[in-house]
């Protein structure tokens, strides 16, 4: 168990709809990472937050937004679902000093049918 | 629990044996890289890391190799076991800024009894 929560575990949901995807870091991290993994594209990074602020972009499309609360969770909202969304969506944290030393969550299974 | 890379390359090894995973980074400027393993339904794992100034790294029966003439990357593990079945994919930090790691497609583990 690294230490980090995602949920929910699996989502199902249409095109065109709308989701949250929620992620609670270590205890003591401050920076939280979004990854998308899909079976064609790999792991891809997507964004990064670090103390409630975004510090890098990646992959990101401008459907999806993030945004890091003041208890240091984070939610992923992906909006306008379309079928190529479904994928495998982990969150990661890391240490403050040590930031390549990521825990990755469980995952979250998006099926958008 | 989930797949992951369903049609990723496997490689098939004898319990006890030794095992090499190869992976090939595509940036010349990339300054870090770090091994992953993901075993099913769960987030991938930090195994091992290595700056770019360094050619080799041994770990708890791990070791990487970085080979930046051919921007080239193993990861050897020592008498495999069978909780070693996984995916393992390398990851390559490209930038100076942030931690924009990208991943390589990864190679599925098989220990065989």
């Known amino acids: 168990d690294s230490g980090v929560t995602q949920t929910p575990k699996h989502l199902i949901t249409a095109t065109g709809q709308r989701v949250t995807l929620r992620c609670s870091p270590r205890?003591?991290?401050?920076?939280v990472y979004w990854y998308q993994q899909s079976l064609d594209q790999g792991l891809q990074f997507l964004i990064q937050?670090?103390?409630?602020?975004?510090?890098a972009k990646g992959n990101i499309l401008e459907r999806f937004s993030a945004q890091q609360f003041p208890d240091l969770h984070s939610e992923l909202n992906l909006s306008s679902l379309e079928l190529g969304d479904s994928a495998l969506y982990f969150c990661?944290?890391?240490?403050?000093?040590?930031?390549?030393?990521?825990?990755f969550g469980p995952g979250t299974r998006l099926t958008v049918t | 629990g989930e797949s992951v890379g369903l049609h990723l390359p496997t490689l098939s090894v004898q319990e006890g044996d030794n095992s090499i995973i190869n992976c090939a980074y595509s940036?010349?400027?990339?300054?870090?890289f770090i091994w992953y393993k993901q075993e099913s339904g769960k987030g991938p794992q930090f195994i091992i890391d290595?700056?770019?100034?360094?050619d080799k790294r041994q770990g708890q029966r791990v070791t990487v190799l970085l080979n930046k003439t051919v921007k080239h990357l193993s990861l050897q593990i020592a008498a495999t076991q069978p909780g070693d079945s996984a995916v393992y994919f390398c990851?390559?930090?490209?930038?100076?800024?942030?931690?924009?790691?990208?991943f390589g497609p990864g190679t599925r583990l098989s220990v065989l009894p």
């Open positions: 937050y670090y103390n409630g602020e975004e510090r």
């Open positions: 990661a944290s890391s240490p403050t000093g040590t930031p390549y030393e990521q825990y």
């Open positions: 290595i700056r770019s100034n360094m």
């Open positions: 940036n010349s400027a990339s300054d870090y």
């Open positions: 990851a390559e930090k490209e930038d100076n800024y942030g931690q924009n790691f990208v």
């Open positions: 205890s003591g991290d401050l920076s």
